[in-house]
């Protein structure tokens, strides 16, 4: 079973910025981030593959960057030009396989960390 542990999130102000941190206890195919804020769907925010190969919403096309280090087993999510509408709890994915991936179905997730963009 791989661990997927957290960090990062809080409260920033609108235009601000964060960094999510997500290391993983081995080298999986994929790691991301979903969001689900009160009363919308839970949606796949970001997520980057062994070759470094992205994917992003386009809610934050442009304003968010997924990197990964391999050595460290970790992703980070960093976000800029937050907007209030970004405010969610945000969870850590990981996805073992090239068809987890594809289809965007996690086999693995973190404990989730709140992300609050208000003034």
């Known amino acids: 079973q791989v661990r997927l542990v957290e960090s990062g999130g809080g409260l920033v102000q609108p235009g601000g910025s964060l960094r999510l941190s997500c290391e993983a206890s081995?080298?999986?195919?994929?790691l991301g981030w979903y969001r689900e804020a009160p009363g919308k769907q839970r949606e796949l925010v970001a997520a980057?593959?062994?070759?470094?190969?992205?994917v992003y919403a386009d809610s934050v096309q442009d304003r968010f960057t997924i990197s990964r280090d391999h050595s460290r087993h970790t992703a980070y999510l960093q976000m800029n030009f937050l907007r209030p509408e970004d405010t969610a709890v945000y969870y850590c994915v990981g996805m073992k396989t090239i068809h987890t991936y594809v289809d965007r179905n996690p086999d693995y997730w973190g404990q989730g960390t709140q992300v609050t963009v208000s003034s």
């Open positions: 980057v593959t062994r070759a470094h190969n992205t």
């Open positions: 081995e080298l999986i195919f994929a």
